[in-house]
Structures are given as C-alpha cells and as structure tokens.
C-alpha cells in the first residue's frame, strides 16, 4: 500500500481552531496529534477497512479540526490513477432478459460492495460504450460474460488494461477468469437424470458460449454412455427462446405423447427451462412425469414457478466478490490466478 502525501489533503475555506495566516500543519503534524502513523491517517481517511472504526472516528474529527478534507484529485494526478473500474456487461438487455434478472446483478452487488470498501468507483457500462472518457480512464475492466467464441474479450483485451472475466476458462487464454465450475454443474444434471432412468436427453444452449460449452461438455462426460444427448440451440437465454425451440423440435418431430422426443432436459438457464416447460406442457407433456427438467442459476423465479425447478445454483455474489479482489490484485501488481466457484444442484419438483 503506498502512502499518501500531504499534497492529498487541502485547507478546508473555514479553520475555527487557527489563527488567521498559521501554516497549515503538515498530514506528519496530524499523524502526531493522532499517535498513529501517516498511512493510517491515510487509510482513516480513505474509510479503509485496515483501520478500526474507533481510530477512523479519531481522525476524522482531528481533520475536521484542523480544517482538512481529502483531495482525491491531488491524489489521484499524483498516484496516475482514477480509482474507479469499469464492469462491462456483456449481455444485451432484452425484454425477456432484463439487467434486473440476478444475472448480472448478483455479481455486481459483489463487485461493488468490495470495490468501494477499498475506496474504488465502479462504473457500468457495456461493450459499445468502451471509448467514452470514464471508461477510458478507469484503473481496469470487468468483463461480465465472454461472448460467442470470447468475441467481447478480445475487444476488451485491446484496450490494454488490467481485465478480469466472468466466465469460463478458455483454451490458451491468457486472462484471469472467475467463474461457477460449469462442468461440475453439467455433471451433476446428468448424475440426476441418470438416477431417475432417464436415457434419451436433451440439451438446451448455445454452445458457442464458454460457459454453455462447459455445462453441456460435463453432462456428457457425466453420462458415460449411458443415454443419448440431443443438442437444441436457442438464439438467446430468453423464456421465449426456450419455448420456440422445444416447441420446433416437437411439431418436426410430429409428436405424440406415446413416442415423446426425450424423457429429460437439460437448460443451459431458468428461463430457456422454464419456457421449454411451458411448450413441452403445451403439447400434453406431463413434466416430471413424462419429462424432468433441470435449469441452470437457481434464480428465485425456479422456486416460485410451476411446477417449482430444479436448477444447479451458482453464487454469484461470491463471485463478484472474487472478480474485484483479482482485480484489485492486477491494479497492484499482485499476483493473481483464475478461480472457479461451486456448484449445488436444488432438487425441487420437476
């Protein structure tokens, strides 16, 4: 941690304790009347949580006192640094996929409660936005998502600046990812099915998304042979989505409830399973009886819908709190590697 010097701080306009002309004490003269050092009057000042709350109080009220207030831009010119990070949402906000969804906001309320509490700014933003100022000049980038085939990566990966992914680890890359381990994800949808008797599956997602790819690569491998995988690519991680394409495979199929395409399904998410269910009962399909269903995330709609899902659950606030301590850790040249996070699958009703 680098100190901060006394060029950070600036004479507030009113001194009620110092005559008319005085100098200035210096941020080494309020580190003496503290009895601490000068960097825990910085970190004091900047709320850091590495110094107590009463010590903090001391400080606070002892500047205050002696008329200083913290000079971020000083600090800022001098250190070369914006304190702020840019989180960069990959997905484009659809009506039938908000930002409101827990995707991504489970990650950013991760994201933001530990970037601000080490004095950083977070700045929102997507891909198409990436040559405005605030962005431009922030400390590091936030990737939430890689895109089809790690497309936003690469376009974030030439700004060069400090990037840290929300993902899945991809051959040969060479960036620091955080992410849900979607294979193990993946396998334990298949241990299910396979528990149940089911043998003739479906999977539903884009596969050209790294993290899709992983989830259907670990519930095959999970399958061991044991059952047929159908793979269904929908053109979103939308309900509507999911609908349309179970609902295409079942009218080319011409079906009928005797001879029903598959007996369990896999969604890459919540919604494309919810809407897969929502066709697959259109079509007099009893879910679970003729067909189980599993989701992916475990958002608070899986429980509350009907029948109530099963869904692999992904802690996506842990892992918001992970991608800004990796990116803290690049904006200090500490060291820093890719993590994955668990998995849990929820057993509920379908």
């Not at 849990?344 to 379908?350: D, E, K, P």
């Amino acid at each position: 941690m680098r100190s901060t010097s006394k060029s950070d701080f600036s004479m507030a306009p009113a001194q009620h304790n110092k005559a008319k002309g005085d100098t200035a004490p210096t941020m080494e003269d309020l580190a003496k009347l503290a009895g601490v050092s000068t960097i825990t009057v910085s970190r004091a000042l900047r709320d850091s949580p590495l110094v107590t709350e009463k010590t903090r109080e001391k400080i606070r009220q002892l500047a205050a006192e002696q008329g200083y207030r913290f000079n971020i831009s000083a600090r800022n010119l001098r250190m070369r640094r914006s304190y702020s990070v840019a989180v960069v949402v990959e997905m484009t906000p659809v009506k039938g996929r908000p930002m409101s969804d827990p995707y991504p906001l489970e990650l950013l309320g991760g994201i933001t409660q530990e970037l601000t509490t080490a004095g950083y700014s977070v700045v929102l933003t997507s891909k198409q936005l990436l040559d405005t100022a605030p962005v431009q000049g922030a400390d590091g980038l936030i990737l939430l998502g890689q895109g089809t085939h790690g497309e936003a990566v690469r376009t974030l990966q030439q700004t060069n600046l400090p990037l840290v992914v929300w993902g899945a680890p991809e051959r040969d890359g060479d960036y620091i990812v955080v992410g849900s381990d979607n294979r193990k994800g993946g396998a334990s949808a298949a241990e299910r099915f396979l528990e149940q008797g089911r043998r003739k599956l479906i999977f539903l997602g884009d596969v050209d998304h790294a993290e899709v790819q992983e989830r259907c690569a670990g519930f095959i491998d999970g399958l061991s042979g044991r059952a047929t995988v159908h793979i269904l690519r929908p053109k979103a991680f939308t309900f509507e989505a999911g609908f349309d394409c179970v609902s295409t495979l079942l009218n080319k199929q011409g079906h009928s409830r005797p001879g029903h395409p598959c007996d369990g399904l896999f969604a890459a998410s919540d919604l494309l399973a919810m809407g897969a269910i929502r066709a697959l009962t259109e079509a007099s399909l009893r879910v679970p009886d003729d067909i189980s269903v599993i989701g992916y995330d475990d958002t608070p709609g899986a429980a509350s819908f009907v029948p109530p899902l099963t869904s692999v659950h992904q802690y996506l606030r842990d892992g918001g709190v992970l991608l800004a301590r990796k990116m803290l850790d690049l904006i200090e040249n500490r060291p820093a590697r890719s993590e994955m996070l668990p998995t849990t699958l929820i057993v509920r009703q379908t």
